[in-house]
């Protein structure tokens, strides 16, 4: 999740353009969601011992599933991903729902819930 935080202020500082909101742009919550179950689909993956390029195959897979269970494609995510990246106070919002939720799932799992 590092490397995410990393790109996505590098992508903020380096970047300076408005960006339209798209027409199927995703709420945060929605954005939220997906990024939740994204990031919990790679950590599960890094736990694996197989291959990177295997690892990368298995991680495609489970995303497009991902898309399937929130009801998106990847063209909708990007368009929504990249106005986000261009609004730093709702990109802001969001991964701090993200990290809330992460927070939570890891105590819960610490504590045997």
Excluded: W
Aim: a negative charge; proline letters at 1%; hydrophobic letters at 40%.
């Amino acid at each position: 999740m590092k490397k995410y935080f990393l790109a996505l202020l590098i992508a903020m500082a380096c970047s300076s353009e408005k960006v339209e909101k798209p027409a199927n742009l995703m709420t945060k919550e929605q954005m939220a969601a997906f990024l939740i179950d994204n990031h919990l689909a790679e950590g599960n993956l890094q736990t694996l011992k197989i291959e990177k390029d295997s690892l990368a195959v298995i991680f495609h897979e489970m995303e497009r599933d991902l898309y399937v269970d929130h009801g998106i494609d990847s063209a909708q995510f990007i368009e929504s991903y990249h106005y986000y990246l261009h609004n730093v106070e709702e990109l802001g919002e969001i991964y701090d729902a993200v990290i809330d939720s992460l927070n939570l799932k890891e105590k819960m799992l610490n504590s045997g819930q």
